[in-house]
């Protein structure tokens, strides 16, 4: 394994410090502001000056291997240099979830005519996406649980239940849903799955309300939706009755990398927000960085932040060259490893800054909201780690 930069990989991560620098850090409080004004779920008049600027210095769908060249490895170091602005900067670059995953499986199993109507305008920029599969009366970790009912009536398909934690759906751009529902709840358990494009237009389609993440209204809103009796044409069924998990499986695996680097980008951020700090502020007749409490805390922090790393760049490895299948262990345990390092090294930072590190003065506090959040979302930690404590029991010893 080379996990050394590719000259590809090596000028995008360059262009794309650049531009934090020049556009993405000086627009923060002008987004904060902006949003204040105008509502929580509003789109920020910066933004649209952002992706211009992003799509001329050429940082445009670059998690998409065949339209910006990056592997999967080439990638994830440029994801992690959004993970310093995460609210932001993957969006300026049209690299935020859900639509990434959902521009991956229009791509990988839409028909020509799905890619024309939803993907074209995805990879354009012109709209967002939602992937509805979580269920608020189901342990919605196991995806077989799921109970929308997608069932078919002549040309088309009637898809009834609840959905929740929907990424996105707060933001009028948000104009279509992929939903995940049974189409056969008499098939082996794998087999009963199957997902649809739902038009959010459509009849029948219901945003319920908007679900905060300890208190803040993020990424465009996690929302509860209904749907009751939607009908819509049977052509809207993405890929084939029945592969709805498979689906979901092969739509995980580089999104996983994605939602991991940023975590490191996170975790980066605050370890140098701490370092500045201790470095500025006195206290008991010595700086902080003088205290060996200060520094244990900041050697620990290097150490996890650069071991997990390794892990996220061997996972992205795996992917290219063995698919998701091969890396299937590697990528549970990034999704367990990343938000966790995360977590406790945005939880020293606010140590050392104190008050002033869970109050909105800082990005600490909602770094640390979304950090534990990332132990949950697209399954929880316990699953991941039975994932992987299966495998161990199957690995041959020696």
């Not at 769908?61 to 993957?90: D, Q």
């Not at 499986?105 to 890619?115: A, I, K, V």
Request: with cysteine; net charge negative; proline share 7%.
């Amino acid at each position: 394994m080379d996990f050394a930069p590719s000259r590809l990989s090596a000028d995008m991560v360059d262009a794309m410090w650049q531009f934090m620098h020049d556009r993405v850090f000086p627009a923060e409080p002008v987004w904060k502001a902006q949003l204040a004004e105008l509502g929580p779920h509003a789109t920020p008049p910066v933004l649209a000056d952002l992706k211009r600027d992003a799509r001329h210095r050429g940082l445009w769908n670059l998690f998409l291997p065949t339209v910006s060249g990056l592997s999967n490895l080439e990638y994830a170091p440029v994801a992690e240099v959004t993970g310093w602005s995460p609210v932001i900067a993957p969006e300026a670059i049209n690299c935020q979830a859900p639509d990434t995953g959902n521009m991956e499986l229009l791509h990988l199993f839409g028909t020509p005519e799905q890619r024309k109507r939803w993907l074209e305008p995805l990879l354009a920029g012109d709209l967002r996406s939602a992937y509805a599969m979580t269920e608020p009366q189901v342990a919605s970790s196991d995806a077989t649980n799921i109970e929308t009912s997608i069932v078919r009536d002549g040309d088309d398909y009637v898809i009834d239940g609840v959905k929740w934690w929907i990424t996105g759906v707060a933001d009028e751009r948000c104009q279509v849903f992929i939903v995940m529902g049974k189409t056969n709840p008499e098939a082996p358990p794998h087999q009963q799955q199957s997902m649809i494009i739902v038009p959010r237009d459509t009849p029948g389609v219901e945003v319920v309300r908007s679900l905060p993440i300890f208190g803040y209204q993020d990424q465009h809103g996690h929302c509860e939706i209904t749907f009751t009796a939607v009908r819509v044409p049977a052509a809207n069924l993405l890929g084939e009755e029945g592969a709805g998990f498979a689906l979901a499986q092969a739509r995980l695996g580089p999104g996983r990398i994605h939602h991991a680097m940023r975590a490191i980008g996170m975790s980066e951020r605050a370890l140098s927000l701490l370092v500045d700090r201790a470095r500025s502020r006195t206290a008991f007749g010595t700086v902080l960085a003088d205290q060996g409490v200060v520094q244990q805390l900041i050697a620990d922090s290097r150490i996890e932040i650069d071991q997990v790393r390794l892990l996220v760049e061997k996972t992205a490895w795996l992917i290219d060259h063995h698919g998701a299948k091969g890396a299937r262990t590697e990528i549970a345990a990034i999704k367990v490893a990343a938000p966790a390092v995360a977590t406790r090294v945005i939880d020293r930072a606010i140590e050392v800054f104190g008050g002033a590190g869970v109050s909105d003065d800082t990005p600490l506090a909602y770094f640390y909201a979304w950090a534990r959040v990332l132990r949950i979302v697209d399954g929880p930690d316990a699953v991941h780690r039975r994932t992987i404590a299966r495998q161990e029991f199957q690995r041959p010893r020696r």
